[in-house]
């Protein structure tokens, strides 16, 4: 039997979650007037679990429209290096006011400090308070790439990428008869590529996209500004646009070495990336690298499947170490 004071917050509690729910007033007044204590407690449960299955409907959702490429998180992130503009800091950023005041915050720094992770684990951020997100990079972009070639925009036709470019990019400009050239990791090193062979537009995978008709160094502003120039000629959607590229799974993992030189030049080492190249033929790519910020190697392979880039990696890894070139997996 419940008393007063609980039938009246189960009353409370059904009338919000209705109202939630979208459900009339008349109707949850109506029912509270005839209804027993029992089916009140019935009806409550009932309520509250459909919100959750909605939240979490709406969350999955949210999760797939972002098309994120990996899940991160803030906690795995060290904020001691970042430094902000007066006014702000790490706990205004992740409190995301900033988005309902149509703010930006643009990552700018070296390759490899975590400008992707973070930019993901605040998308992540925002989807788990329920707001959309979309996660772009270089070679999404691809799009805009062939609206510009048929415009008449795109004068060698050529995108100039990095070697860190995802591998679906390069199927992606392949099937749009776009040429393609890759430098070495860093947004200088896509500039000077461009402004040495005219081309119009590069850029590196963690965003750094460079239109050479009106700036010589990445924008994330001018990148917005040009997403949405391609949406309203096309009149698409986003989602359409972005959907004439397939991201493939990636891995990287960071090795330190006995010498970074003698490791890629090791006969067991290129034997195993031969190896492994062999092995995924055209559904798959092999990067290994000297980091340009830190005293050790990068070994990431890019496959149709997480499990096949995991597996590739540690193979490639594995052969490192029976040459006694590794010291540890980073």
């Known amino acids: 039997m419940l008393s007063r004071a609980e039938k009246g917050r189960l009353q409370e509690r059904i009338a919000l979650d209705a109202r939630t729910l979208r459900l009339s ?14 089916q009140m407690q019935a009806v409550s449960e009932l309520l509250s679990h459909e919100l959750e299955v909605r939240r979490d ?17 803030v ?19 992740l ?13 700018h720094g070296p390759t490899g400090r975590g400008k992707t992770h973070l930019a993901i684990a605040l998308g992540m951020l925002a989807v788990d308070a329920g707001k959309s997100a979309r996660f772009l990079s270089c070679a999404q972009l691809v799009f805009d790439l062939k609206a510009a070639k048929e415009r008449g925009r795109l004068d060698t036709n050529t995108v100039v990428t990095t070697v860190m470019s995802n591998f679906g990019l390069y199927k992606a400009l392949d099937e749009a ?12 090193y896509v500039w000077e590529n461009m402004r040495a062979n005219g081309h119009l537009i590069g850029g590196e995978q963690s965003g750094h996209i460079i239109f ?11 990148t917005a500004i040009k997403v949405m120039e391609c949406i309203t000629e096309t009149k698409e959607p986003l989602s359409v646009l972005a ?55 990068r070994v990431m392979v890019e496959a149709t499947s997480d499990e096949l880039c995991e597996e590739k ?18």
């Open 25 to 38: 007033n008349a109707t949850v007044a109506w029912f509270l007037d005839r209804a027993t204590p029992g």
């Open 57 to 73: 409907s709406k969350h999955a959702r949210l999760l797939r429209q972002a098309r994120f490429p990996a899940v991160k998180s």
């Open 75 to 93: 906690s795995e992130f060290d904020p001691s290096d970042l430094r902000f503009q007066e006014g702000y800091g790490w706990e205004q950023l």
């Open 95 to 107: 409190g995301l006011e900033w988005l309902g005041q149509k703010q930006d915050f643009v990552f």
């Open 177 to 188: 008869g776009i040429g393609y050239e890759k430098t070495a990791v860093g947004d200088k």
């Open 212 to 222: 050479g008709l009106h700036a010589n160094t990445g924008d994330g502003l001018l």
């Open 243 to 297: 959907s004439g590229m397939t991201m493939y799974p990636q891995k990287l993992k960071n090795v330190v070495v006995t010498d970074k030189d003698e490791t890629l030049n090791c006969d067991e080492v290129k034997a195993a990336v031969k190896k492994v190249e062999a092995d995924l033929g055209d559904e798959g790519r092999v990067v290994l690298r000297k980091s340009g910020t830190e005293p050790l190697l």
């Open 313 to 330: 990696v540690d193979e490639i890894i594995a052969a490192m170490a029976a040459a006694g070139k590794l010291i540890k997996v980073k």
